[in-house]
């Protein structure tokens, strides 16, 4: 690097160099924009139908039992993810991300239908929350795969760190507006306009320029008349899980869980503690908290890349739990709201240099598998915590058990406390596969 200075022309030879090195700008990319743009729209509906469903549920039946039930079953995505990786990795991605936009707003469209009928009974809602699992199942290894195909390895961070943000401020506006929607509007109203929210998504899907080969090569190398589906799902699978073996991942993914484990009973419980601080629109606010802590966790996450990755979540999980068991006894609903939100920033930043992470010491071609093994392996507590809450809480009350899952954050403090080797893992911008114990190589290394 320094040779190309110490030549006769130095001066036209640096500049040429700078201007080889200089990057256009992550916004100057439009299948970049169009695929934040479709994220922004699709999660906007997302949050729309989610708060919407639970409020309903819990209103219709007064019943936290049965509103856990409904959160699980909204949260199943987690939980069958892994049957979704690898199918990921060989489905044209361009009309999967348009058709699971397409599905979710039909699907929703059946909800006003019921309301001006009379019928949007708790049956009925049981009734189509699963359709709506099971169209977004695909979405998040969906993200892990397009990302790395459409941005150059030196912008991920900055990528999944837009991404993220435009999330998690949807889950901030929409989760906060929610409640107050439904009072104002009524259901028929919101549910009419979620349908229109994922139409838009899909318009902006289908404008992503994508190869052939990130788009699906059916008949290629992803099938056969030899290797039967079935054996080539579950080739898959072991890949995925060959690479997560013996990695510190394993161990990083158990904390996770146990954290999910505590999100998904305060979820489930969320409706409950919400309507005994105030009614619909606490319960709006304290969602759309949670949304706030992670979006300004998630805007400062590139400037942590340089902290040391295992430091960061010890100290990050210990003052989330504090601040969160902080919000259980504050005096009053406005600070209970801001101490929840507080308790999520650190959550922010970690899933944006965790996303990074996965994109830089895993191998592309293997990132859908991987990615979602990871994903059901510590998302799976996610739909368990809401039925354990919805349960605990029709026996403990909402407060206590709001107050008891703040553990979950606390119990990855401790772990990374009695592990060493977690505490020393170097930061994001130095991530080597070797320090993480990844050893397996791109298919494309070497050719």
Known sequence: MTAAAETADGRDTEAGAAETTAKPSLWRNRDFRRFFAGQFV??????????????????????????????????????????????????????????????QGVVVLALPLAATTGNLTVGVLFAVIPLLTLATLLMAPMQATVV??????????????????????????????????????????????????????????????????????????????????????????????????????????LTTAVANLATGVTLAVLPAYGDALGGPAVYGALLGALGVGRLVGSVVAPYLEGVAYGRLLFVGNAAGAACWLGAVVAPSPALTVVMFGLAWVPAGASGVLTSTLNQTVFPTDLLGRVSTIKGTASGATLPLGSLVGGVVAQVLGATITVGLAAFGFGFTALYLLVRPRLRRLPPVADADPAAFGVTVASDSEGE
């Open 42 to 103: 699709t999660n906007a509906g997302d949050s729309l139908y989610t708060v919407a469903v639970l409020w309903l549920v819990f209103e219709r039946s007064g019943s936290t039992v049965l509103t856990g039930v409904a959160n699980a079953v909204l949260l199943l995505p987690w939980l069958l993810q892994i049957l979704a990786g690898p199918v990921v990795d060989r489905l044209p991605l361009r009309p999967v991300l348009v058709g699971s936009q397409l599905v």
């Open 148 to 253: 790395p195909r459409i941005v150059p390895d030196e912008q991920l961070s900055g990528a999944n760190s837009a991404l993220a943000t435009v999330t998690l401020g949807l889950d901030m506006i929409f989760d906060a507006l929610g409640g107050a929607f439904i009072a104002v509007f009524g259901a028929t109203a919101l549910f009419i306009f979620d349908a229109g929210t994922f139409a838009l998504a899909a318009l902006l899907f289908g404008g992503i320029a994508l190869s052939r080969s990130a788009d699906g090569d059916p008949g290629g190398e992803t099938g056969g008349d030899d290797e039967s589906i079935l054996g080539s799902y579950v080739g898959d699978l072991r890949d995925g899980i060959g690479v997560l073996r013996g990695t510190v991942f394993v161990e990083l993914v």
